[in-house]
């Protein structure tokens, strides 16, 4: 038997750690995006996000676009069948978060190389993204001089299909996994930025 407690109720009780077989309600803000209806080679998704037990507030934004529309000024050129997922973990605000939202997948299709190399095409947009960013951050103040307006920032985890393959791209420690074969198989397809990571150190 699973005993459940809602994040009012553990807030209050203060009585940590939770008997064994608990489990924590979180409350989700941000409604969870997902689909059974088959768009080319993806049968199903889904995304959550949650905002935790520590604050009243979500930081984390999910862009999901199952067609990705071709730049109007290549509109003669013949395109696979692209589609792209985020899910932007915002940190410090969610500035940064909603602006991966809105425009990381534009940054990345906007690329020359897309779609024949989408592998460049994704480290290219995200470091056109960072920059575009960035500036966006910087003001300056009465004196004239440069401060920082905005000190947002996010997670990113990417999944990018063009035609049949699926590229995967993570900066920090949002996660991505992929079902194969009805359930049978669960592969993961990011691993986690962490600073204790030797490979990452």
């Not at 553990?10 to 489990?23: I, T």
């Amino acid at each position: 038997m699973i005993h459940e407690v809602s994040a009012d109720e553990e807030a209050d009780s203060q009585k940590l750690p939770l008997q064994p077989g608990a489990r924590i309600i979180i409350p989700n803000k941000e409604p969870t995006k997902c689909s059974i209806k088959r768009n080319g080679i993806v049968r199903a998704y889904s995304a959550i996000t949650n905002q935790g037990l520590v604050r009243n507030y979500n930081e984390d934004r999910v862009s999901i676009i199952l067609n990705i529309t071709k730049p109007a000024h290549r509109k003669d050129e013949v395109w696979p069948k692209c589609s792209f997922f985020g899910v932007y973990d915002g940190h410090g605000g969610h500035t940064c978060a909603e602006f991966l939202r809105d425009q990381l997948h534009h940054f990345v299709i906007k690329q020359d190389c897309f779609p024949q190399d989408p592998k460049e095409a994704i480290v290219k947009g995200f470091q056109a993204a960072e920059e575009t960013f960035l500036q966006m951050c910087q003001g300056r103040d009465q004196n004239g001089m440069q401060i920082v307006v905005d000190r947002s920032g996010s997670c990113a985890i990417v999944i990018l299909i063009v035609g049949g393959t699926c590229y995967s791209a993570n900066v920090g420690d949002s996660r991505a996994i992929i079902s194969i074969n009805g359930g049978q198989i669960v592969m993961p397809l990011s691993r986690d930025h962490k600073p204790s990571d030797i490979k990452e150190y």
